[in-house]
Every structure is written in C-alpha cells, then in structure tokens.
C-alpha cells in the first residue's frame, strides 16, 4: 500500500505539483480508524488466500486438461469420463466456505463493536467536545456547542478544529450529523469510517486522536453539482493550541477602523440574508458564519486557498468559480466588491 | 401454440408481402414490429440492448477523459452528473436486463422443448414497453439535461426543490414502463418454464439456464414492483404534491433508500443469476463433460436468490444503523458467498478432467470465471461492515460492482452469444475476431477497474467530478481512461463480428459444437415452430442420451 | 391463452429419442407418466400475482412508516368512518363468494347460474367504488384531505387508491368476460379466463382485508 502512495506522490511531485496529501484509509490517525485498517488487511489477506488457490485451481486446469495436438487428432471423439457429482465433495466445499464465514463474521463483530463504541463520557462531560455538523449544498457547517464542559455557541465553516489527546488525556470529539437539504456523508478516511447526514435524521459519530496535524476528507454521498468540491479539512490541534483557537472564535467580529467603509457595504447588501458575522446586523443562518473568515485556510467548501485574489474572484462572480452553487453573482460595482474584500480580510 | 404463431402473423414471407405492393423494407419492418415470435423478439431485445451498450459505453468514455486531469473542465459538473446517472440508468436497466432477458426470449422455449413462451402476446408487450421505457428515459435530454441524480437517486435530489426540470419525471416514468416490461418478461418465463416442458422433462431434468431464469424470474417479481412503487411514489410528490420523499412535511430520505436497495440488491443478481446458468451451459460442453453437482447447482441457486432478498442495506452501512442491524446485513451478505462458492467449485470440478477446448465460448467463460472470483472477493471485504465504513462509496465501489457487471456479466454474456449465435443465425462468428475482442477487453478491463480498487482505497469518493491535483489519484484515473480507451474497439470488434458474420460467417450446420440440449436437436436457425416434433425427454442431456445410446445419462441421474 | 391448451403435448407418443429401433445392449429409458402441473395460464396468474403482492406490501409499508409523522391534520382518526368502510368491506368479502359460486357454476356447466353469479360480483365490485368514491368525496370535501394536505393524505390516497385502480381494472375484465360468457365464448369447456380473473378477484379482495386492517382498524 504504502508502494502505491509513493508512486502517486512521485508523478506528482515530478509534475511539480503542491505537496501530496495522504488521505488513504491505510495509514489511520486514530484509533477506530486503526482497528479498521487492521481488520480491512486481514479480510485482504484472506480473500488474497482464496484467490491464489481458486485461481490456481482454474490455472492448472486450464493447462493440464487441454489436450495436446496429437491426442486431439488421435481421438477426435472420445469423450472424458463423466463425472456426475460426489456429494462428499460437495458438502466438503460448502463446509470450507462456511467455516470462513463464520471467521469473518467474528472479526466483523468484533471491530464493528469497537468502532462504533461512544465513550463513557456524555456529551458535556469533562474533556469531550459536541459540535453538530450540519452537511449543506456545497459546504461544512460545523457549530461548535460545548467543550470540556462549557457552553460554546460559534460556528464555523469548512474547517474542523478539534484537540488532540496528550499525556494520557483523550478529548473525544462528538459530531452531531444533521442535513440542511439532501444527502451527505461526512467522511475523514485517516480519522473515521463515514457516516451519513441525512435530512430528517440524526446520526452520532465520535472522532478522537492524539495526533496533531491537518486530516483532509470530502463528502462521500452525491448530493448535487457540486459534490466534488464539498472538502473537509480537519484541524487536530494540541489542547493549548485549541485554546486559543476557541478563545479567537468566541469573540464577535473585529471591529476594524480602516474597514468601516466596507463593513457598511457589505452590511447594506443582501449578503446579510444568509451570511452571519457576529457583532454585526448580519444574521443570515443559510450560508457560511463569515466572524471568523480570515481564521481559515480555504473557503468555498474548502475548495479555494484563502486569500484576497480569490476573495475578489468569488465576490465578483462565484458562479465562474463553483458554477452551481447558491451564491449567485451580485453584479456590484468594482469599487463596492473592493471594499467588502477588503472588509472580508480584516476578520480574522 | 401454434395458434397463436399464425395470428401473430411473421409467418408471411416477404415474398407474399410485395405481392401485395409493398416494398421488402416495408414488409419486413412489419414483420419484425408485430411479431410475436419469441425468437425475433429475443433478437430485438438483443439489438436493443447492444444500441444502449454503445451509448451508456459514449457516456463511459466522456467521464474517463473528464478524470484523465485534476481540476478539468471538460465536461463540467452537469454535463458530468448527467453522464453518471444516465450510463448507470442504461447499463443497469436497458443493457443488463434485455440482454439477458432477451436471449432468456430466445432460448428458454428451445431448450425445453417448447413451440413458443407461454403468452406470445404479452412477450411482445414487454418487448416494446421495455424499449419505450428506455425511449424515455433519454427524452429527458429533450428537457434541457438529463436528470443528475444518479442512478439511485437518493431522495430528496428527486423533488422538485433540487431537480426543477421534468427530466426526472421522464426518467422515472421510463423506469416504470420498462419496469411493467420486466414482471412481463417474469411472468412469461415462470408460466412457461413450469407449464411447458416436453414430456419427461421434470423439474429435476430442465437445462440449467432455464433453472436460474426460473429463480431471475421471482427475483424480477419480488423486486421490480417495490422499485415501481417507489418510482409512483417520486411522481406523486412530484406531479400531485404527496410528501412521501419531502423532508420539510415528515417525509422520509431514508425511506427511499430503503426501498431503493430492497430492489437494487436483487438486482445485481437478477444480472448475474443467468449468467451463471449461462456458463453452466457452455463449461460442461467444452470440457467435454456433464455439469458436476447440478442437484447442489441448482440449490445453490435457489439459494442465492432467496438470500439475496434479504441483504439489501448492506448497501447502507453508513446511513447510521444499529450495530445489531450491521452485523445481520453483515450475516447474511456474507452468506450469499456460500452458495456462489459451491457454483464455483462445481465448474472447477466440471473442468476438472475434462477435455477443454478454448473456442470462442469456453474463452469468454474462463474469463468470466477469473474476473468474477475477484468481483466476489471484492463483494466480501464490501459486506464487512466496517471495511465498507471506509470503502462505501467510493471508487473501489466503482470497480467492485464494475468487475463483477463487465468482468462477470458481460463475459458470461459475450461467452453465450459466441455459444448460441451459430443457433440463432446458422453462422459461426470469426473466431479471429472472437480472440482479440476477448483479449482487448481482458486487459483493458483489467486496467480500467483493477486502478480504481486503488484510489477507493486511497480515499476517492464516486461520483466526483473531478478531484483535487494534492490527493495522490491522478495516476489511477489516467491508468484508468487508458484501459477504457483499450477495452472500446473489443465492443467494435464484437459489433463489427455479430454483424459480418451474418453473410461471412461459416455456415454453422444444427449443432456445431456437439452439445447436449434440446435447442441443437432443431435447425439453425430454428423454424418459427422450433420443433417439428416435441421432444420427449429422458435425462438432462436428452442429445447426450441420442449421442451415446448404449451409455444415456438417464441411468445415472 | 384463454384457451387453456396446456398440456396438450403431454400426452403425444412422438419420440425422436427413442426412434431408432433399439438394440438388445441399448438400455430402454422408462416410460414418461403426465407430470401434475398447473397449466400456463395459473402459472402466469400466479406469478403475476406474486408481484403485485410485492407492489402492495410496498404500499403498505410506506403508509405504516409514516402514520404518525405527520406536522398538521387531520388524522386517520378524525377523518375515517368506520361503519361506512365496513359496508364497503361487506361488498368485496361477498363478492369473493359470489365469484367462488360463478366459477363453480361454470365447472358445472350451468351457464345461466354463471352469467348471474358474475354479474352479481360485478354489482358487488361496483357498489364498493362506489363507496370508496363517497368516502373520498367526503374526505376531500369535509375534512379537507388532499393527498397534498399531509403524510396520511398522501399515504392513503396512494394505497387506497391503488387498491381501488385495481378493483377497477377487476370490474371491467369481468364486464369482458361476461359479455364473452352471453355470447356463448366463455362456456365450462373454456372457462380458463373467468377462472383466472377469479383468482385475480380473490387477491384483490385479501388485499383490502389488509388495507382494512391496516388503515382502518
């Protein structure tokens, strides 16, 4: 496996691409993904087992039993010895696969136990963090409602910031999975398994590591136009680091001096009917909580770098960019996407 | 039955026709249009699902060269969804089915020993519904786009609120006609296999195939009309306003893939199931020996068709079930293995001391049996549930289900025309040609899938349109569009050798390959009759039996 | 099909197996006694039957999943009327005999007593639609029940009236068959399509002791 990610990481390093994210369901980050990965090698192993011998069967067949050119023309016409059946061998090749089963079913039983296994904890006990993810037409919401046991109330969009365990502690993270329009699947392979987000329903996974680093998934159940570009990036952060990552996103927005112009742009367009900015008059719950904006990496569905170039592109016309997605293109003025840009780099 | 041949009418020799006035062109498009004749409709439903083949196989191809790049735009995100869910919608439903369906048509009588099927009519009407329907389903491209949905269409991008257009309205009512077609079809074979056998050939002695369209047959029944239900379900929220699908009003998302799969699971096996008694007809006479185990065969059978009604949310791991609920759907998928092991053992055995020859048939049949093993082996580390928590929906789906469609349906179906085709048409096909649309196909098969297994594994999801340059899968997908590029021309070559081979081919004569079931006894091909006699049977292999007077199967079986 | 010729061929001593005259060392296969099947035409009913009892369990199924998850009324409780549904029922249970009694009447022979039975399930099929049409007259008129209104609009109405569309299509093939049967085509020599509408008539009413029991109860 790790064979094949190197030569992947090869060609593209060759074409001189940016660095290669592994996102391969092989190399676990966390536990439940671990056992997972364990149990997929020996279902691999076991299958690989099966085939080497069926196909070896068929192999020899093949070539022991195809007469030669000089049996054929010898006897053009005699016919094998038939063969009708052997219920010994019968009952003998529907034990074999029977006992494989059962193995298979064990193991099955076991890690779907252990993978599915919620802590002891609740969900605001001490050390666990609930966030409700809500799966949205091409995006992440993620609401961030209690840590550790105290209140929070922010959300956040298309990056996941959770802690990471140390020293022994684990800081179990519990993802309420909701839908605000169709089907997804929020899926991490490095972290988790997938679970669905279905509208109407309810769905609980529990994501926990002690490794620190950027974890990169995508939705995995179609859900439209733009399915491809529906990105998940997870944020494993040290507890201390998580902190202040917190304490950031619980204030209300900056109140910049240099960007009032633009702040009063933006707040008296129809950006504020479905974006929210904390602090502000904006109070739009349908499209990305933009308090925070300048605290990520990407937007977009994680799809587009962060930066004031594509801010600008976006603000002008994300249909260019993300053609299908809800946001649809102001037409502002020049001058007016300048400004709210500019507004847009102050919150941080 | 025969009664039913002349009112049926095909019986008129184009002669007669331009007789009367008409140009040949115009009788024969009359003949064909009205007959009733299982045999020309078998062929029609042939030729119909070879067209869908071409198209759904177009459909194939723009994906491909839309994955060959990170970040192409070739086709776009819509054009793209469109592609996957129609080529989906087409393979599945008016490739797989008729294919199937349609040498079933033309088989099932002559291998029972039978005039017709048991309602010529309604044959006829299930013929053409089943055409319509795939009619119009491609006239949602009339409504600007084809729906973009995908082949399940998971509730609610059904409603009107996500799919505005009435291409999704066409797309379901094309699925309901062609649906009405299938439980046509099934109930046509199950009165026919049952009720028409010639004397002597009881249940214990019918030609395996005819055993497991026996078994396809209920499937049909039990599965297609829940998908139908389903299919009025989504019209009715969509035309009259029902909520059954509609989330805001108490609806259910969830419902609808649990009807969705309660058909779709059974599905596969309706595509497979008659397959296998396809392979189990070719193997034994190309090895020269009778089928090993057919009492265990045909059990199995059975047995697979029964299991399979019961494993449908396999398909729905990560919809967030119990863990009891997972570890039944876990049991009994992995019981189905069972069953499909012991078939595979049996054409081992069947091999096993045989005298095998590697005609055109017998290729495509060890293909199948290669290329199927590891479509299966895939299926197991799917049914473990917490394997398929990472692989479900993801590309290594995509090769899974893809192996087991082209590598097992497909060659077992390439491998029944190349056996019948002589029967059907009184012309052997190029053998030449047979072997390099085997081998182009092998390998670009092999090519195409085998690299999706991978990038599944390295975390690609299906149904993407295109995926970021920094995740270590571009190299899969390239490896993937080349295989695709590869396995195309094997379809023109077999396209090329069904149609050439009509005046080019070698005259075949009754039975070119010295087989042993009753539909070698008639001529090729066989008068609209099938028999000028009804056979009366005595054993299995009533040929053998003629063949071999002094040693008749019937004193072992 | 109507005809009923199945098995026909059963009984046909034709054998192109065994036509070579045998030798004393070629072993002679036994001989072929008729096999107990149904014929073609029950086996189609049969089957067809078997996917309808499919497509209905679907129906059933949908209403029972979502009785209850309703946001606004009215309910199964506040719109249904029971004593009305059981005259309904009434109807279809009795037509069940009365067609039982017809294709008796046919095996006999008696065809004036088989003209009369079936017209009298026909009555019976109709004064059944014609409740349900009352019913549903009601229901769209007094309690405002669309099958746009809520979930149990829309789960009734389809399961119901799926039933009802299949009463209907029973009505008119027995209206077919009993015009067949007064001009003298349908006699005990060929009864084979009223005895499968039967069949078909006794499935549409063990459906609606399911819907009864369902909906209703």
Known sequence: ?348 | MAVADERGGFQREPAGASAAGRPAIVSALHEWTTTVDHKKLGIMYVAMAIFFLVVGGCEALLMRLQLVVPNNDLVGPDTFNQLFTMHGTTMVFFVGMPILIGMANYLVPLMIGARDMAFPRLNALGFWTTLFGGLLVYFSFATGGAPAMGWFAYAPLTETTFARSAATDFWALGLVTSGVGSIAAGVNFIATILGMRAPGMTMTKIPFFAWTMLWTSVQLLVAIPPLTAGLIMVLFDRQLGAHFFDVQNGGSAYFWQHLFWFFGHPEVYILILPVFGMVSEVIPVFSRKVLFGYEFMAAATMAIALISLGVWAHHMYCVGMSRTLDLYFVVASLLVSIPTGIKFFNWLATMFGGRISFASPMLFSVGFLSMFLIGGLTGIMLAVAPFDFQLSDTYFVVGHFHWVLIGGTLFGVFAGIHYWYPKVTGRMLSERLAWWQFWLLYLGFLLTFGPMHLSGMLGMPRRIFTYQPDRAWEIWNQLSTLGAFIQAPSYAIFVYNVVASLSNGKPAGDDPWDAWTLEWSTTSPPPSYNFEVIPTVHSRRPLWDLKHPDDPDWQYE | MASGSAGGYARREDNFLSSQSPATHIPLPPAIGPERTLCPGEWGMLSFLVSEVAFFSTLIVAYVTFEGEDVIGPTPAEALSLPLVIGTTVCLLTSSLTVHLATRALVRQVQSSFCLWWAATIALGIAFLAGTGYEWYGLVVDDHLTISRNLFGTTFYTLVGFHALHVTVGVTTMLIVLGLALSRQITGAHGMAAHLVSWYWHFVDGVWIVVFTVVYL
């Open chain 1, 1 to 348: 496996m790790s064979g094949v990610i190197a030569l992947g990481r090869w060609t593209l390093l060759a074409a001189g691409d940016s660095p290669v994210h592994d996102v391969s369901i092989f190399s676990p980050a966390s536990n439940s993904a671990e056992s997972i990965a364990s149990l997929s090698i020996l279902v691999l192993a076991v299958a690989g087992l099966i085939f080497l011998v069926v196909e070896g069967v068929l192999f020899y067949s093949i070539v022991r039993f195809r007469p030669s050119r000089v049996e054929r023309e010898s006897a053009p016409d005699t016919e094998p010895p038939q063969v009708y059946g052997s219920h010994p061998i019968e009952i003998a090749w529907t034990v074999a696969p029977s006992v494989i089963v059962f193995f298979l079913v064990l193991v099955t039983a076991r890690t779907l136990w252990e993978v599915n296994a919620a802590p002891p904890q609740t969900a605001n006990a001490a050390g666990v963090l609930d966030i409700t993810v809500v799966g949205r037409q091409w995006w992440w919401e993620y609401q961030y409602n209690s840590y550790d046991g105290r209140p929070l109330g922010f959300a956040t969009a298309s990056e996941l910031h959770i802690p990471a365990g140390s020293g022994g502690v684990a800081r179990p993270v519990r993802l309420t999975l909701k839908s605000a329009d169709v089907c997804h699947s929020f899926w991490v392979p490095r972290l988790e398994g997938k679970m669905d987000a279905i509208p109407g329903r309810v769905n609980t996974l529990w994501l926990q590591t002690d490794r620190p680093g950027l974890y990169l998934g995508q939705c995995a159940e179609y859900c439209g136009t733009q399915h491809a570009h529906m990105l998940i990036r997870v944020v494993v952060q040290t507890p201390e680091e998580f902190e202040g990552w917190l304490e950031n996103q619980s204030r209300p927005a900056v109140d910049d001096p240099q960007a009032v112009e633009g702040r009063r742009t933006l707040l008296s367009e129809s950006c504020v009917n479905c974006h929210r900015i904390r602090g502000t008059t904006a109070a739009g719950n349908y499209a990305p909580d933009l308090t925070h904006l300048m605290s990520r990496q990407t937007f977009a569905g994680a799809m587009l770098d962060l930066d004031r170039r594509n801010l600008r592109r976006w603000v002008r016309n994300p249909q260019s960019i993300k053609q299908g997605c809800l946001m649809p293109a102001f037409g502002l003025t020049d001058e007016k996407q300048d400004l709210i840009v500019r507004f847009l780099a102050t919150l941080r």
